[in-house]
């Protein structure tokens, strides 16, 4: 890009400092938007930036996962790190009261790949984040994404970020990939309406468990009339 048209488009945006062009914007630095982030720079040479609202210290729930995900962290070339450095204990059973009162254990041994495994989810998401950047990637902690328009220079979006300090930057993408999670912000800035059926719910809380209880890394499902609820034990 020229260093004209470099100016022209940082002056419509209030003469924000520039952080250049790239091919790929990722909004949203959970596993969703970390994970496509890491393809694009271990399968393409495209260019990527990660922007994610937190710094990873956030409260992030959803904790287990089968060990079907390490073929996945396999082909991001991950698996090997996210075993020797990632805070996890193995799930080695899943106990669910499912349409009856007696809790039903589902082995890992009956499982076609093995146990799984407990995350702690900071930890977790921020190592995903961690080998974008060690990849060659853009990676924007603590930063929000403000506004969103389409380039009048050429293809592409502008964004205006801002950062947890109050500073304020300037990016331009060819393209957007929107994987903030439920709330879909950025397709909503764009015009994207949601089509609700439910109004489901989700309530979350943390306990401590008795520590003379063995555990076997084990997760209790249980539905109930009104939904379904679950408790995990967590690496800590």
């Known amino acids: 890009m020229c260093r004209a048209v ?3 488009i940082v002056s419509k945006m209030q003469g924000l400092p520039y952080l250049g062009a790239i091919d790929v914007a990722v909004i949203g630095g959970g596993p969703a938007g970390a994970a496509c982030a890491l393809a694009l720079r271990t399968c393409t040479a495209h260019s990527v930036a990660l922007i994610e609202a937190s710094i990873y210290d956030n409260v992030r729930v959803g904790e287990h996962v089968s060990s079907a995900l390490l073929p996945l962290l396999d082909y991001l070339e991950v698996k090997e790190r996210f075993l020797a450095e990632c805070a996890h204990v193995k799930s080695l059973a899943i106990r ?5 009162d007696v809790p039903v254990s589902h082995h890992s041994w009956q499982h076609w790949s093995g146990e799984g495994y407990l ?7 921020a190592m995903l984040a961690t080998a974008v950047y060690e990849r060659g990637g853009r990676v924007y902690p603590g930063c929000r994404l403000e506004k969103v328009r389409a380039s009048e220079d050429g293809p592409g979006w502008l964004l205006q970020l801002r950062h947890s300090s109050g500073k304020r930057f300037l990016l331009q993408a060819r393209f957007l990939v929107d994987a903030s999670g439920r709330q879909a912000s950025v397709a909503k800035r764009l015009g994207a309406r949601s089509t609700r059926y439910d109004a489901l719910i989700g309530v979350s809380r943390f306990g401590q468990m008795d520590g003379n209880v063995p555990s076997a890394g084990e997760i209790l499902i249980e539905s109930t009339q009104s939904g379904w609820w679950y408790s995990a034990p967590l690496p800590d």
Do not use: N, T
């Open 96 to 100: 669910a009261c499912w349409g009856r």
């Open 119 to 125: 995350l702690d989810r900071g930890v977790f998401d």
């Open 6 to 8: 470099e100016q022209g």
